[in-house]
């Protein structure tokens, strides 16, 4: 799924105030959000950030801010076996 990043100011902001329970609007609609605890709601904004975090490495024009090519293969074949 993708996040916003008002989404993720929304939850956060529910956290510092230690509420469980988040609605959103989306355009005409609403989607309403409880989490059991704030456990919960830790993991979920780790979570986000870290996929805007990707989603903005990985969209990135500047090839600089991309992740490093870590290694390459290249697949030959086996001779002799």
């Not at 989306?26 to 709601?41: A, D, H, P, R, V």
């Not at 979570?47 to 697949?75: C, G």
Request: charged share 25%; proline share 4%; aromatic share 6%.
């Amino acid at each position: 799924m993708a996040f916003t990043q008002e989404q993720l100011t929304a939850l956060e902001q529910a956290y510092a105030l230690g509420v469980t329970e988040i609605t959103y609007k989306e355009g005409n609609s609403t989607t309403t959000t409880k989490y059991q605890s704030m456990s919960e709601m830790r993991v979920a904004i780790n979570r986000i950030r870290n996929e805007l975090a990707m989603d903005a490495i990985l969209n990135s024009p500047d090839k600089s801010t991309r992740p490093p090519k870590i290694a390459r293969f290249k697949r030959s074949a086996m001779n002799g076996l």
